[in-house]
């Protein structure tokens, strides 16, 4: 059968399951659009390049299935670089697909020619400039391969215009043949006997999970280990929802805005058993202050985390999912499972947890409100199965700390890169994977002017999500950072009290808004958005600017440093390296 390099592209698509791909047409991938319309594969029309890529992954986050993303060369193609890069930095799998300018025409500075390949090298974990209709099912099957194999990651394919309407031989290749390509899934059984003898050795053992977890459906598995042990558990930015917030031994989110109880256990364990996760330095604080009595099991897909930060006592290159059932049975097999007794350092956990709460100071009359208390009320009137979206800023801190995430992959939030803009598309393509749950955006109002207008498509193309703005007026993380460390000498951080008017933004949007101003007007507002299920919910809750997120490890300080929040604890200063260790 003979088809063009265009149809192949779109048939190739299909071959690989995709339901849904986010995308918008242009000159030098206009060949590729024209299939589509014949195609099973829903597409969604966003209004800007990075939007695509968002939802993307944000459909990827929820679904654990490779997002989709198509847009046209040069000014779309570093539209969407953001997200590739941020793909990149949580290990989202994504196949991005960027038209180009004719094959014979590249090199001479045609219009809306740039080297996607070369500016995209660094950020992706393969991309590949087509060169012949032919190759295309072979390529298209390799990039899906390779997103969704090993550590997750975006592929990106570029398409001239004349390949994609080059004639080829249709063809689907019935296997993958990447001979340097073969990521290792399988534990070494000896390292793992290994892990199994440092656990049943150690008195402060404390299993610090990662993204990882998740990308390797290994939720089950680390609980399994969890309760078999006894060990407590933190769970990073990435795994929020990897391991319950309710059960007795998860301890939450560890590093910078972490709670103190989760930074302290891994300040003073020793033994750290890292599973899909990747010493981040948000995590660690000053590296050569970071956890300094612990030895390390380090588990990770990617051979190039091992020692990338911290040289583990233990590595093992394995599936994080694999290695843990592993281990499990190699705890079981050694000396029957039995565990030092670990009372000590329980009750010190436990001390800590009650002594050093994460919490804040009351709302106090008259006050704008508490976006903590905003967060705390719409995950109260929320099921334990929603999902959760965040942009970048205190909001993102706020969400992390205080919604229980009761299930894997309900928590989507930009990690590694921190992008601002992240919270309206990436909710709509969790909405996107998942039609029949609620999807809450928390966002901040710096980030939901960069994105808000796919909010327009959201409600064109009937994706509703409901978003709550903590509307600070400013730039509220950079406040905090400013009036912690630059003398409360705010420069640039202050938007404007009055513009935009997010309501009428809101509505012309299609979408409903709803603003509030008060306490009393917070269930209320909550309550009408889950009410609402056709179509968008915006709510602008006027937020008090004079919130800090706590606590604190301050940058460049070891994590023995904890700020609390002085409003609730009654000090200005630190912990001054917690309590003593047993
Ligand atoms: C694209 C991008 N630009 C700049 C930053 C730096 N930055 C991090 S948080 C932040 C402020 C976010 O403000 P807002 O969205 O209002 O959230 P808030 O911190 O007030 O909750 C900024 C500017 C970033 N992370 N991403």
Not at 253 to 265: D, K, L, Q, R, V
Not at 388 to 404: D, L, P
Request: proline residues 7%.
């Amino acid at each position: 059968m003979k088809l063009t390099g265009a149809q192949a592209l779109i048939k190739s698509l299909e071959m690989e399951g995709v339901e849904v791909m986010f995308g918008l047409p242009g000159g030098a991938i206009l060949p590729v659009y024209d299939p589509i319309i014949d195609s099973s594969i829903r597409h969604v029309l966003v209004r800007h390049e990075q939007g695509a890529g968002h939802m993307a992954e944000g459909y990827a986050h929820v679904s654990g299935r490779p997002g989709v993303a198509m847009v046209t060369s040069g000014p779309a193609a570093t539209n969407i670089v953001t997200p590739i890069c941020d793909a990149y930095m949580d290990s989202i799998p994504l196949v991005v697909i960027t038209g180009q300018v004719p094959y014979t025409a590249i090199g001479t500075d045609a219009f809306q020619e740039c080297d996607t390949v070369g500016i995209t090298r660094s950020i992706t974990k393969h991309n590949e400039l087509i060169t012949t209709a032919q190759d295309i099912p072979r390529i298209v099957r390799e990039a899906f391969h390779i997103a969704t194999t090993g550590r997750p990651g975006p592929v990106l394919i570029d398409i001239p215009k004349d390949i994609a309407n080059q004639e080829m031989e249709w063809y689907w290749p019935t296997s993958v043949n990447l001979p340097g390509y073969k990521p290792t899934t399988k534990g070494h059984p000896r390292q793992i006997k290994e892990a199994a003898k440092l656990i049943a050795k150690s008195k402060r053992p404390v299993i610090y999970a990662g993204g990882g977890i998740l990308k390797a459906h290994a939720a089950d598995a680390l609980r399994e280990l969890a309760e078999l042990t006894g060990i407590h558990v933190v769970t990073t930015l990435m795994a929020r929802g990897a391991f319950p917030d309710s059960h007795d031994l998860c301890l939450g989110m560890p590093g910078m805005h972490g709670n103190y109880t989760a930074i302290t256990a891994m300040q003073k364990a020793d033994l750290l058993i890292a599973l899909g996760s990747r010493f981040d330095d948000r995590v660690t604080g000053k590296v050569n202050g970071f956890a300094p009595d612990a030895k390390i099991i380090h588990v990770d897909i990617d051979p190039a985390e091992l020692g990338k930060v911290r040289n583990p006592d233990v590595p093992i290159v394995g599936d994080c999912r694999q290695v843990i059932e592993e281990l499990v049975k190699a705890v079981k097999a050694l000396d029957e499972g039995k565990q030092p007794d670990r009372g000590p350092w329980n009750r010190l956990i436990n001390e800590w947890r009650e002594r050093y709460p994460t919490t804040y100071a009351p709302h106090k009359e008259g006050d704008p409100l508490k976006p903590q208390q905003v967060i705390q009320m719409i995950n109260e009137s929320a099921s334990p199965d929603t999902i959760v979206v965040t942009g970048v800023g205190q909001h993102q801190m706020y969400t992390s700390q205080y919604w229980k995430f009761e299930q894997p992959n309900t928590f989507v939030n930009s990690g590694g890169l921190g992008t601002m803009g992240f919270a309206v598309p990436a909710a709509i393509g969790a909405k996107a994977a998942a039609p029949d749950k609620t999807v809450w955006a928390i966002d901040g109002d710096g980030c939901f002017q960069m994105t808000a207008q796919e909010l327009v498509t959201s409600t064109v193309a009937e994706i509703p999500i409901k978003v709550a703005i903590l509307n600070n007026s400013y730039l509220g993380m950079v406040r905090q950072w400013q009036e912690m460390f630059y003398d409360e000498r705010y420069s640039e951080v202050f938007l404007s009290k009055d513009y935009p008017d997010y309501v009428k933004w809101a509505e012309s949007m299609g979408c409903v808004g709803i603003r509030v101003d008060s306490p009393e007007e917070i269930q209320p507002a909550i309550d009408k958005a889950n009410e609402i299920n056709d179509r968008s919910v915006v709510i602008d809750f006027r937020t008090d600017q004079r919130e800090k997120v706590f606590p604190m490890v301050p940058a460049g300080k070891t994590n023995d440093d904890v700020v609390l929040d002085p409003e609730v604890f009654g000090q200005t200063g630190t912990t001054e390296g917690g309590m003593e260790t047993p």
